[in-house]
């Protein structure tokens, strides 16, 4: 889900997706998937055994491999052969297997998990959770397959972006910058595996589930939050970001995306164990390497957030005053000791 933070964080990528007729144009891209996947929901119902966790996640990565495909096409606004000859065979397996198949999946079982949590179980009421995880999961690809290719679009006609959401930047960041990385990832590890482990103070198993979803949660935006300011200045303090900045913009983005994917990559954490492995609920031994896991991650990549705004300043992708009318960008606004009243913006609003 790197690429859904991306699309909102950097400055270059949020302005290129938000503008009014990409947003209209997206919301029929997103409508129509939906449709499209009630109608297979509706026959696969009479065809597979949806009832089961395998079947019914396999179903829903197709449908969004499908989806992600055909959404990707209409934000290039090219035809097959064009996108054969431009995007390669690298980008289009992407697109279908990640961006599709695997992030489908993720959605299915980030649904099923919420949905769990609220007392509507998948395992005992199909249904209609079958349903959602299919549906929901195909219109989250679709929109964020649309704004890929229209991403890409607008860089191949001479539009500048200093990064393109395809995980290439974090695998150079990953090399470059280990030693920087470490410290950050083992921290968010460690708090996330405390965070997790305070389940075992109650004995309802879905009580258990929420306090460990919202230790791991507060905890893992925490470190985001942290390691987005070691990200975006390395050679100095991230200590100094913190106090420079305003504190309704850190819980801005403390609450998006820290929380809200710290809590999301939990769900599906959660989900994987709830019904791909069919426990009760989400034990201790689960729990904690989930925590860490989530956590950890959640520290990766807000440094990679940081790190990469840093570059687009480099490279003279700033703040344009066509942000502070985005929507879908509010940011994180602060002074910057080195240029006295510099203003230094992180968007941190979902779209």
């Known amino acids: 889900m790197l690429h859904r933070m991306a699309l909102r964080v950097l400055p270059s990528l949020s302005l290129a997706v938000t503008e009014d007729a990409v947003r209209k144009q997206k919301r029929i891209v997103m409508f129509v998937p939906g449709l499209v996947a009630f109608g297979v929901y509706r026959l696969a119902k009479h065809l597979l055994p949806l009832t089961e966790p395998a079947v019914?996640?396999?179903?829903?990565?197709?449908?969004?491999?499908?989806?992600?495909?055909?959404?990707?096409?209409?934000g290039r606004g090219a035809g097959w052969r064009i996108l054969a000859r431009e995007d390669g065979t690298?980008?289009?397996?992407?697109?279908?297997?990640?961006i599709g198949?695997?992030?489908?999946?993720?959605?299915?079982?980030?649904?099923?998990?919420?949905?769990?949590?609220?007392?509507?179980?998948?395992?005992?009421?199909?249904?209609?959770?079958?349903?959602?995880?299919i549906i929901i999961s195909c219109t989250a690809v679709a929109r964020d397959a649309f704004e890929i290719g229209h991403v890409r679009k607008v860089a191949l006609m001479g539009r500048p972006f200093p990064t393109f959401p395809d995980g290439i930047a974090l695998r150079g960041l990953l090399g470059s910058h280990a030693r920087q990385l470490r410290p950050?990832?083992?921290a968010?590890?460690?708090?996330?595996?405390?965070?997790?482990?305070?389940?075992?103070?109650?004995?309802?198993?879905?009580?258990?589930?929420i306090v460990q979803l919202s230790?791991?949660?507060?905890?893992?935006?925490?470190?985001?939050?942290?390691?987005?300011?070691?990200?975006?200045?390395p050679q100095a303090s991230w200590t100094a970001g913190l106090f420079e900045t305003r504190a309704g913009e850190l819980l801005k983005y403390w609450w998006w995306p820290g929380l809200a994917f710290a809590s999301t990559y939990y769900l599906v954490a959660a989900g994987a164990v709830l019904f791909l492995l069919?426990?009760?609920?989400?034990?201790?031994?689960?729990?904690?390497?989930?925590?860490?896991?989530?956590?950890?991650?959640?520290?990766?990549?807000?440094?990679?957030?940081?790190?990469?705004?840093?570059v687009e300043?480099?490279?003279?992708?700033?703040?344009?005053?066509?942000?502070?009318?985005?929507?879908?960008?509010?940011?994180?606004?602060?002074?910057s000791a080195n240029m006295g009243a510099a203003v230094s913006v992180a968007p941190a609003s979902k779209g």
């Open 56 to 74: 019914l996640l396999l179903v829903s990565g197709l449908v969004a491999l499908a989806t992600a495909v055909a959404a990707y096409r209409v």
């Open 90 to 98: 690298r980008v289009l397996t992407w697109i279908a297997g990640w």
């Open 101 to 133: 198949f695997v992030y489908g999946v993720q959605l299915s079982l980030l649904v099923l998990a919420l949905l769990w949590l609220v007392g509507y179980d998948y395992l005992q009421h199909p249904d209609g959770p079958a349903m959602m995880a």
């Open 184 to 186: 950050w990832i083992e």
């Open 188 to 209: 968010g590890a460690a708090l996330g595996a405390v965070g997790a482990s305070l389940g075992f103070l109650v004995e309802s198993q879905q009580a258990a589930a």
């Open 215 to 233: 230790a791991v949660t507060v905890l893992g935006g925490a470190i985001a939050l942290c390691a987005y300011f070691g990200g975006l200045k």
């Open 278 to 310: 069919k426990q009760p609920g989400m034990p201790t031994a689960f729990a904690v390497p989930a925590g860490a896991l989530v956590a950890g991650l959640m520290a990766l990549y807000g440094y990679y957030l940081g790190y990469r705004r840093q």
């Open 313 to 335: 300043d480099q490279q003279g992708q700033g703040l344009a005053s066509a942000l502070l009318r985005c929507p879908f960008v509010m940011g994180i606004l602060g002074k």
